[in-house]
């Protein structure tokens, strides 16, 4: 295409779609702030220099030696030689190209305009915000996409490529256990198809086709019905093999998840943060109530079965956006053609201004790239990332342990476990970290007993053998031994505080 042609070609709709990636990209970029990433890395560290998955715990005191499902391994090991290769802008530019990847996905699932798509997909994009972290559970994000995505040339376009689900699972199993997602979009599209067809009788005859959904027949149901038993079946091609068919279970099992661990928590929509989620769930209801289409069974199934795990989890707001952002928009264009809002096919311009409308729009769209890089490189500097830790690590106190070499057994602030296993590991092993499913529920509600300084905390520490303390600065645990004999404050500043036990 000439430069010409290109000028021409690039018109205000196309202006709109590449400012929002653009955007979208600069907006997902940010510091690995989660502490669970650092784990992550240790593990793929230790990967990739032993050849073989770690099947047993060699990061804890409390559980080392036991058998550890690791079942992110292989997100493990991308991300460790993203950061040992290049440092943060690895990590950070990762995390922006796989939200932005997802959400290409949902965009070409969309219907109406480029401007309205553009709003909606904001939307979904800030409701799924809450979970852009730098972790393993972020393939899980792009692979719900994906298979969404599959689902919908399978029902909309009516091009079959299911063939591509079992070695996405195979794929999905190894990054890791969020895989069960994918087996929820097709049971909701399994069971929504059902719905469709018994209620197929009940469509006003004289509904046009453009108010509809298109239908799955029941050959195609038990195409799918089929696939996804297969992608069950090859679930087993994992180091763990059939462990797999029931380890996110075994997980959602663990009582301690729901009563302390926020992101296991239903959401609390007193935040700012959460509350995208209220405003696209709300907006996807109205949608449906005004545009005057038949609600498709499979986007009432997934929107409502998605809501569901929302409001049980805040984890799953990512998930939910990427489901309920496609339905919001065919309904909301529907609300648009049904009112005469619908922005006009082509603006009206002759042949001599469209390549001067084209190098304007190239202009703007060269300033928001600056600007996008602009806001992008911050996250991405070492110094920058060094600030935005010291907001919520102990990274002096953990100096201060490097240095001095306290003896014996650690106990530490769940919140810093992941850190600790980076930063101290071999030399000092954790209490607890983030795999809450190796701990369980035993050793996690010994550790929420001891951290809250309750009436068993004190024999707790003796029980395990614990030698120093590492808590947050003025928490309960820490005022708890502030009035306990037989403990001394070794070091303190206005993040963490550290106990060893006194030689008297």
Not at 225 to 247: C, D, E
Not at 335 to 346: D, F, I, P
Request: neutral net charge.
């Amino acid at each position: 295409m000439s430069s010409g042609g290109i000028l021409r070609w690039f018109d205000t709709r196309r202006l709109v779609v590449a400012i929002l990636f653009v955007a979208l990209l600069a907006m997902a970029v940010r510091a690995p702030a989660d502490t669970d990433t650092w784990w992550h890395l240790q593990a793929g560290r230790v990967t990739l220099e032993s050849g073989h998955v770690l099947r047993t715990d060699i990061f804890s005191h409390t559980r080392y030696g036991s058998p550890w499902v690791n079942h992110s391994w292989l997100s493990q090991v991308i991300l460790y030689w993203l950061f040992d290769h290049f440092a943060y802008a690895g990590l950070g530019l990762w995390l922006g190209v796989i939200v932005t990847a997802a959400f290409v996905l949902v965009y070409l699932q969309m219907e109406g305009d480029p401007f309205t798509r553009a709003f909606i997909l904001v939307l979904g994009a800030i409701t799924s915000a809450v979970i852009w972290s730098a972790r393993p559970q972020l393939f899980s994000f792009l692979l719900t996409s994906v298979v969404a995505y599959v689902l919908y040339l399978f029902k909309y376009r009516r091009v079959n490529r299911l063939w591509l689900l079992p070695p996405i699972f195979v794929l999905w199993v190894n990054l890791h256990a969020g895989y069960a997602l994918g087996f929820m979009l097709l049971a909701a599209f399994v069971a929504g198809e059902v719905l469709n067809q018994l209620l197929a009788l009940l469509v006003p005859a004289g509904l046009q086709e453009d108010d509809c959904c298109p239908l799955v027949g029941w050959r195609g149901i038990g195409l799918v019905v089929g696939i996804t038993f297969l992608s069950v079946l090859v679930l087993v091609a994992n180091p763990y093999t059939t462990r797999m068919w029931t380890y996110y279970l075994e997980t959602v099992r663990i009582g301690v998840l729901q009563d302390f661990i926020q992101e296991w928590q239903s959401p609390n929509f007193h935040f700012l943060y959460t509350q995208p989620f209220i405003w696209l769930l709300l907006a996807t209801m109205a949608a449906m109530g005004l545009s005057g289409r038949r609600v498709d069974g499979t986007d009432l199934v997934a929107v409502g079965g998605f809501a569901y795990a929302a409001l049980m989890a805040g984890r799953n707001l990512g998930p939910f956006a990427l489901v309920a952002t496609p339905v919001l928009s065919r309904h909301a264009a529907a609300v648009l053609r049904r009112y005469g809002w619908s922005v006009r096919a082509r603006a009206r311009t002759s042949q001599r201004t469209r390549p001067v409308l084209g190098l304007v729009n190239l202009g703007l769209l060269a300033i928001v790239v600056a600007l996008a890089g602009i806001k992008v490189w911050a996250p991405l500097s070492p110094a920058f990332n060094e600030r935005a830790q010291r907001q919520s690590l102990p990274l002096d106190g953990v100096a201060w342990i490097e240095t001095h070499h306290p003896s014996g057994k650690m106990f530490n602030h769940y919140n810093w476990g992941g850190y600790l296993i980076w930063r101290l590991w071999p030399d000092y092993l954790v209490f607890v970290d983030g795999r809450t499913d190796l701990y369980g529920d035993e050793i996690l509600r010994d550790y929420v007993e001891i951290q809250q300084g309750g009436p068993q905390a004190l024999s707790l520490l003796d029980e395990y053998g614990i030698s120093f303390v590492l808590t947050r600065t003025d928490d309960a645990l820490d005022m708890r031994l502030g009035c306990q004999g037989g403990w001394v404050p070794s070091y303190r500043d206005d993040i963490a505080t550290i106990w060893e036990r006194s030689n008297e």
